[in-house]
């Protein structure tokens, strides 16, 4: 429980102080818990390999909710 609050503060800091750029999602909850495990957790890879994949993998959800909205809007 300690845990969820703890990721819930640090989205809601991350969101106030450093919004996402335009071609990304912000940050999430669960985005934020799988890169503090690959971060702190299980240093295998180094640091680099886990932010790139945090970084591609938000671009992506980012133009898949365009892609959607887009779809949405010509639908209606």
């Known amino acids: ?5 703890f ?3 640090v989205r ?3 969101h106030a102080h450093q919004p996402a750029a ?6 999430t909850r669960n985005e ?8 702190i957790a299980e240093r295998a890879h ?8 945090s970084h591609w993998r938000r671009r992506h959800q980012a133009r ?7 779809r949405q809007a010509a639908q209606a």
């Not at 335009?22 to 940050?27: A, K, Y």
Request: net charge neutral; proline share 5%; aromatic share 8%.
């Open 7 to 9: 990721m819930a503060v």
């Open 12 to 14: 809601a800091d991350e």
């Open 22 to 27: 335009e071609d990304l999602i912000p940050l």
């Open 46 to 53: 180094g640091t680099a390999r886990p932010l790139r994949w």
């Open 64 to 70: 898949s909710q365009a892609s959607h909205y887009r």
């Open 32 to 39: 934020i818990a799988r890169l503090f495990i690959a971060l």
């Open 1 to 5: 429980m300690l845990a969820h609050a």
